[in-house]
């Protein structure tokens, strides 16, 4: 082809005729695939993908008031546990035809609520957000354009919205009472930022829960915050052994954090778990190949992914769901906890 020539955008009516069907047909296949044979809808992808046919966006969402994507707002990419929700999303959005479109508003209210506006004005059909914890515009913007949407990786205690997710509070009552019936007494605790963070705030309220019941403080030196990063794990390990007595075990608010801390033990020759206790939650990839490998909290991140997605798609498609779902979590002991030295 010549670098000034132009060639004629496909069009429905090429798809149509490639594949031996309507224009009807061709536009069912590519909006609704389920309301056609497999056989023919393997047809005309095939002939879309020849034709290198990509249909007008604005023109089909006119026609159907639908634009076939669906938001999602998390608050960071800098966190390898979102993967695993946002891949499984998307290709279960992807199998239905709907495209996904991702934002992050890094911790920032005004930013989510910027970046949820903008979803919103793109038309997008459906919403997922992360948390249960959202500034009152964001809500209210879902609210006035009636857009359907899943709360997900915590579970809203109010019962007013859709949710999907995990009971944080009782998973950090699961690893405290674990270090607990090792015979851990002297806790601290490396918290994720609480501040409109509720997931972070229930893991520590789990912990001061289970202590608690035991009769234990947890004395507030004993507690920090900070950002969900492997330096802050091991600053906030630093943090939490100035005083005395030492902890003899430390919950840490995720498992970058944890990794965080375990570097430091090693750093300060602290043997793990014989000195100090560590465990985190989340279970990613790497808690079961650092040294020792990390005990934690797995939480099925990828199922809620799906599950988010099928909510939404049977929402849309005007099919029964589920206001709430809560999902399974299950402590993993491994060699980061054992009984304590003193």
């Avoid at 899943?150 to 919205?161: C, E, K, M, P, Q």
């Avoid at 893991?203 to 403080?217: D, N, T």
């Amino acid at each position: 082809m010549n670098a000034g020539s132009t060639r004629r955008a496909a069009k429905l009516a090429d798809v149509a005729r490639l594949a031996r069907v309507s224009t009807a047909t061709v536009s069912r296949a590519l909006t609704v695939p389920d309301k056609v044979k497999p056989a023919t809808v393997t047809r005309i992808r095939q002939a879309v993908e020849a034709l290198g046919y990509v249909a007008h966006g604005a023109a089909r969402a006119l026609a159907s008031r639908r634009t076939h994507t669906i938001g999602l707002v998390i608050p960071t990419l800098d966190n390898a546990i979102f993967a695993n929700t946002t891949h499984a999303l998307q290709r279960t959005l992807d199998e239905a035809g709907y495209t996904l479109l991702l934002a992050c508003h890094e911790f920032d209210a005004g930013v989510e609520a910027r970046v949820t506006g903008a979803l919103i004005e793109r038309g997008v059909d459906g919403l997922v957000l992360l948390g249960t914890t959202h500034p009152p515009s964001v809500l209210r913007m879902i609210d006035t354009h009636q857009i359907p949407y899943v709360l997900t990786w915590a579970l809203d205690a109010s019962g007013r919205y859709p949710c999907i997710g995990f009971d944080n509070r009782a998973a950090a009552v699961r690893i405290a009472d674990h270090l607990l019936a090792l015979g851990h007494r002297e806790f601290a605790v490396i918290s994720g930022v609480t501040a409109g963070n509720e997931r972070a705030a229930d893991r520590l309220e789990g912990v001061r829960q289970a202590l608690g019941a035991r009769s234990i403080a947890l004395a507030p030196e004993r507690v920090v915050e900070k950002p969900y990063t492997l330096s802050s794990g091991r600053e906030g390990l630093r943090e939490v052994l100035r005083g005395t007595p030492r902890p003899t075990a430390v919950i840490c608010g995720n498992d970058v954090l944890a990794i965080g801390a375990l570097a430091e033990c090693r750093a300060q020759a602290l043997a793990v778990p014989r000195e100090l206790s560590v465990t985190g939650f989340d279970d990613l990839e790497m808690a079961a190949v650092v040294t020792p490998g990390l005990t934690t909290v797995h939480f099925p991140t990828t199922e809620l992914g799906a599950y988010a997605a099928q909510h939404l798609l049977a929402r849309l498609a005007g099919r029964p769901f589920e206001t709430r779902t809560e999902l399974p979590v299950e402590l993993v002991v491994r060699g980061s906890t054992g009984p304590p030295s003193r």
